[in-house]
């Protein structure tokens, strides 16, 4: 995974699709065939971000420090290459359980990809 840092890559970003769910909101776009030095490579870029809604900036690290974690944990299993994520935090990523955080993601990324979502019944 490669982490986005330029504006313009996040901007671009959130024309693309998105997700959205208590504990995050996804945004995803397949990335621009101009990106240089990965030609050739197998890829996909992410990029994290939390605005002053989430709070002061204690909470908006925080926010951000879970979010990769979450990300580290399930993008390179459900990710798809050539592809950009941001991943942004809001107020209740930072006091959501870690592993509804998890739940989370996995179920924007199959939004975002048009995949289909099968009800669990108990």
């Given at each position: 995974?490669i982490t986005?840092?330029?504006?313009?890559?996040f901007?671009?970003?959130?024309a693309?699709?998105?997700?959205?769910?208590?504990g995050?909101?996804l945004?995803?776009r397949p990335?621009?065939?101009?990106?240089p030095?990965?030609?050739?490579?197998?890829?996909?870029?992410?990029?994290y971000?939390?605005?002053?809604k989430v709070?002061?900036?204690?909470?908006?690290?925080?926010?951000?420090r879970?979010?990769?974690a979450?990300a580290?944990?399930?993008?390179?299993?459900?990710g798809?290459p050539?592809?950009?994520?941001?991943?942004?935090?809001?107020?209740?990523t930072?006091?959501?359980?870690y592993?509804?955080?998890?739940?989370?993601?996995?179920?924007?990324?199959?939004?975002?990809?048009?995949q289909?979502?099968?009800?669990?019944?108990p």
């Amino acid at each position: 995974m490669i982490t986005l840092k330029a504006r313009a890559d996040f901007l671009g970003v959130s024309a693309g699709r998105k997700a959205a769910l208590p504990g995050l909101l996804l945004q995803m776009r397949p990335c621009p065939q101009d990106v240089p030095g990965l030609h050739g490579k197998l890829f996909l870029r992410v990029g994290y971000t939390a605005s002053r809604k989430v709070g002061i900036a204690v909470a908006r690290n925080r926010a951000k420090r879970r979010l990769r974690a979450v990300a580290r944990a399930v993008l390179p299993r459900l990710g798809k290459p050539f592809h950009d994520y941001v991943l942004v935090g809001r107020a209740e990523t930072v006091r959501r359980p870690y592993v509804l955080l998890l739940d989370d993601l996995e179920k924007a990324l199959k939004r975002v990809h048009g995949q289909r979502q099968t009800e669990r019944t108990p």
